[in-house]
């Protein structure tokens, strides 16, 4: 039987997205969401035929196939990302191709995320078709929490997008046949803002990365850290490094401006830039440090580092506690309490029995979240909805 004589066999799913799976197969700079997208849609391609609706500049428009998946890559709008006149073209252009492409494809299901939830799931009213719902983050709450400390500009833009979005995202996620999120923190998020009731599915890892061997006699005092930003905690790392001195501090991510100047002020700490391969960032690590000042929705990096045999110790805020939720040890309550940080590390880094205690724990924690469980849920709440 030939391949398109088995796709014919299959129930046909439809992933409504703004380029995140095209920019993980470009090898493009993402956050975890895009990962998610990503391992998303080749976890349901092994059971259902996955088309997905998206634009990437970097791809040929048209129709292809990546590893099975059927790839429609449109033409959007070039604007700054997150202004609200971008948006407002993207929901436009993708209802116009989306309801084109609904003429000739019939899906039994559409799962859409991000801006493209409103569009989506009325397109899947217009047709019968049932509707999905990815909220992976804080796109569609419009919280004015988080333009606190942002520019007079952001300030306005945040408010035009409330004018314009609110209302139908908030449409949207009541009328969907179904609500994913990424944590239960999220969950709760949801049910309270949207009096809607949602279904956790973990970010998930490779099932195929394993823990590798520790050698608990190594002498390297090695901790990474993610994303050097004012929100994730840049300076209070900066206030840990100061203290311990003795201690080499690794950051992954864009670089700050102003990085050649802190590195000379903090000898122990280096910038390493962007870096995809999680093998070269976790090799030499014995802690990875995630100081986030803001709710995190979940906390990816935290599981990635647990499957590489790194131990992660998080601040208590958003989702990130349920990534260590082995082990209260790995948590601290203050983000912003210096001493607590550094008598954590220096605990973890030189108590030894404490901290293999802790490294015998994360085979067991990291199982929780291999792509093969996660994929498993996702197939089988996705199942419910289109028998």
């Known amino acids: 039987m030939s391949d398109t004589e088995i796709y014919k066999l299959k129930d046909t799913i439809l992933l409504v997205e703004p380029g995140s799976f095209l920019a993980v197969e470009n090898g493009d700079i993402v956050r975890g969401g895009s990962i998610s997208t990503h391992k998303t849609a080749l976890a349901m391609s092994k059971v259902y035929d996955v088309h997905i609706l998206t634009s990437h500049k970097r791809y040929k428009f048209g129709v292809f196939k990546i590893k099975g998946i059927t790839i429609h890559n449109i033409r959007t709008v070039s604007y700054p990302k997150s202004g609200f006149l971008f948006i407002l073209l993207l929901k436009f252009l993708f209802s116009i191709e989306l309801n084109k492409l609904l003429k000739v494809l019939k899906p039994k299901l559409i799962i859409s995320q991000a801006n493209l939830l409103g569009p989506s799931v ?44 609110k209302f139908s995202d908030k449409k949207a996620i009541r009328k969907a046949d179904l609500v994913l999120t990424n944590s239960i923190f999220m969950q709760r998020l949801i049910e309270s803002r949207f009096q809607k009731k949602s279904t956790v599915i973990y970010p998930a890892v490779d099932s195929r990365c394993k823990l590798k061997e520790h050698s608990p006699s190594t002498n390297k005092k090695n901790i990474v850290i993610m994303n050097p930003t004012k929100d994730k905690g840049l300076y209070v790392i900066l206030k840990i490094a100061e203290k311990l001195k003795n201690i080499n501090f690794y950051y992954y991510g864009k670089k700050p401006d102003n990085c050649l100047s802190l590195e000379t002020l903090y000898p122990n700490v280096q910038f390493k830039g962007w870096e995809s391969n999680l093998e070269i960032i976790f090799k030499n ?29 998080v601040s208590k805020v958003g989702g990130l506690p349920e990534t260590v939720s082995f082990d209260s040890r790995l948590i601290i309550d203050n983000v912003e309490d210096i001493d607590e940080w550094c008598k954590k590390i220096e605990r973890l880094l030189s108590n030894l029995g404490e901290y293999e205690s802790i490294m015998n724990s994360l085979s067991e924690h990291v199982a929780v979240y291999n792509i093969d469980r996660q994929g498993e849920a996702l197939l089988e709440e996705v199942g419910k909805i289109i028998r």
Request: proline residues 4%; glycine residues 2%; contains cysteine.
């Open 122 to 165: 009325r397109c899947a009213e217009k047709y019968d078709i049932k509707s999905a719902v990815w909220i992976r983050a804080f796109e569609n709450f419009y919280d004015r929490n988080l333009t606190q400390n942002t520019s007079f500009i952001r300030k306005v833009n945040f408010f035009l997008k409330s004018i314009l979005f």
């Open 285 to 313: 690590a014995k802690l990875l440090l995630v100081p986030s000042m803001w709710e995190e929705p979940f906390g990816r990096v935290s599981v990635e580092a647990t499957s590489h045999n790194v131990i992660p110790i």
